[in-house]
């Protein structure tokens, strides 16, 4: 009869073959270094571009100025818009000096976010004219909302 050689083995029996190194081994970690080093480098430009905004305030101005100049209502007169210009050049130059008021770019910024039609009407101009020219004064100008006077008290 035939008997079963102890050196046949079945499959599925017998010692797991030798492992083999993984070529995934350190996958997640070099994902993790190289998305910590991305995410370094991105906050590093971050901080460089607000420090050069700081630095250069009149680079958002421009934009800013830029985009004013392509929302002029049908109301508003060449001599407006050469009005609202001069104001802004005199503002830039103060700006550059560091000699705004910070009264007359609060109220630049009261009067741009006014503005919900997305056109800027001729009264709208005045008012940054004024508030651009306000700024690049450099003097704080007395505030215009009445006072409300202390009730007079009567003796006990």
């Given at each position: 009869m035939y008997a079963i050689s102890p050196?046949?083995?079945?499959?599925?029996?017998?010692p797991p073959p030798p492992e083999?190194?993984?070529s995934r081994q350190g996958c997640a970690r070099n994902a993790l270094i190289g998305c910590g080093i991305a995410a370094f480098l991105l906050i590093a430009v971050l901080v460089g571009f607000f420090l050069y905004l700081r630095r250069n305030p009149g680079m958002m101005t421009d934009l800013m100025m830029r985009q004013i100049e392509t929302q002029w209502g049908p109301d508003?007169?060449?001599?407006?818009?050469?009005?609202?210009?001069?104001a802004y050049a005199d503002f830039r130059t103060a700006l550059n000096?560091?000699?705004v008021?910070?009264?007359?770019?609060q109220k630049i910024q009261f009067s741009l976010s006014g503005n919900?039609?997305?056109k800027l009407n001729r009264e709208q101009v005045h008012q940054l004219t004024e508030a651009f020219r306000t700024a690049a004064s450099g003097t704080t100008l007395?505030?215009?909302t009445p006072s409300v006077a202390p009730a007079p008290t009567s003796p006990p």
């Open positions: 050196l046949v083995e079945a499959p599925g029996f017998g083999t190194p993984s508003v007169t060449e001599q407006d818009k050469a009005d609202l210009r001069a000096e560091k000699r008021s910070q009264q007359g770019v919900r039609s997305g007395p505030d215009r």
